[in-house]
């Protein structure tokens, strides 16, 4: 492989990204990427056609990103935690069956409260605009807003319309992070924290939170991403050399003109740059764990 580094969290058009699968592939390879994963929201269906454009100069890890519901930890702050799960297969489709029904539901609610704003948009008028009729979301709204002229972009149409401060956003029921990391070991994935800023938890409530995710088999924490700074880098360092966790890397970058300005493989201003090749070799590892453990579970 003529690349050098690794990145774990992208998203293409599949989710919410801007940039189609081919395109991404080309931006990491100018990039001089090594490694990658499209962690697409709630679906892996990008990742045979990105294997196939990738070929040799980039190996593919399949991964997804799937949100948890963390109203045990609200406080006045809406705290996020969202896990990546690598190395899974199809079979991880019977949870995210479970996903899709309350995410569809969520769609309905929310054009309900749109309607009763006076702006009427169809199921129909979404599937349209959806980027995948099979799963569709409230940035599939946010599309339709910005085409039927409600909004300059869909970003804008997101922003003023749906996002958790609006008065239609629509909370989907999801399970607690406990239980989603030990779904997803189930599923044969290995899970990690991905922007592991974004919980909104600090002192001990982050030490006790931490400790829940360990014991429920929670595998890494993405340590290396931008909105991490030195002091948060340091502190979830720490977490992962106190339970044995993997320290991954991923910029969670989605195209478009986000600012500051992410690149696949880079980061901010080339604040990521990793090629700690023993990242990989470890999540392959946890793998080989995790499934040895869920064939002897199966034949007992």
């Given amino acids: 492989m003529k690349g050098k580094y690794i990145d774990l969290h992208v998203h293409t058009n599949y989710s919410d990204g801007f940039d189609s699968i081919e395109e991404v592939i080309q931006k990491a390879k100018e990039n001089k990427v090594k490694v990658l994963s499209l962690t697409e929201h709630y679906n892996i269906s990008s990742y045979e056609k990105a294997k196939k454009i990738a070929g040799d100069d980039i190996e593919i890890i399949p991964g997804i990103e799937i949100g948890s519901d963390m109203s045990s930890y609200q406080s006045g702050k809406n705290h996020i935690c969202h896990l990546l799960a690598y190395f899974v297969d199809d079979s991880i489709c019977e949870l995210l069956d479970q996903y899709e029904m309350e995410r569809y539901e969520c769609v309905v609610h929310t054009l309900n409260q749109l309607k009763k ?20 979301g409230r940035f599939d709204i946010a599309i339709t807003l910005h085409k039927l002229g409600y909004a300059k972009t869909p970003q804008e149409a997101y922003g003023k ?13 999801k399970l607690d992070p406990f239980e989603l990391t030990k779904k997803i070991v189930e599923y044969g994935g290995v899970p990690v924290l991905a922007h592991p800023k974004s919980l909104r938890l600090r002192g001990n409530s982050l030490q006790v939170f931490m400790r829940k995710m360990a014991k429920a088999g929670l595998c890494g924490i993405e340590v290396y991403n931008s909105n991490n700074g030195k002091n948060d880098k340091k502190l979830f360092m720490s977490f992962c050399k106190r339970y044995d966790l993997i320290p991954t890397v991923g910029s969670d970058y989605h195209g478009g003109n986000r600012k500051p300005e992410i690149e696949i493989g880079k980061g901010i201003d080339n604040d990521l740059l990793i090629k ?20 002897k579970t199966d034949s007992e």
């Fill in 117 to 136: 704003q006076g702006i009427e948009i169809s199921m129909e008028d979404v599937l349209e605009s959806a980027r995948d009729r099979r799963s569709v």
């Fill in 276 to 295: 700690d090749m023993s990242i990989i070799k470890r999540l392959k590892d946890k793998k080989k764990e995790i499934d040895e453990k869920n064939n």
């Fill in 161 to 173: 319309y749906l996002d958790h401060r609006n008065k239609n956003y629509v909370k989907r029921k």
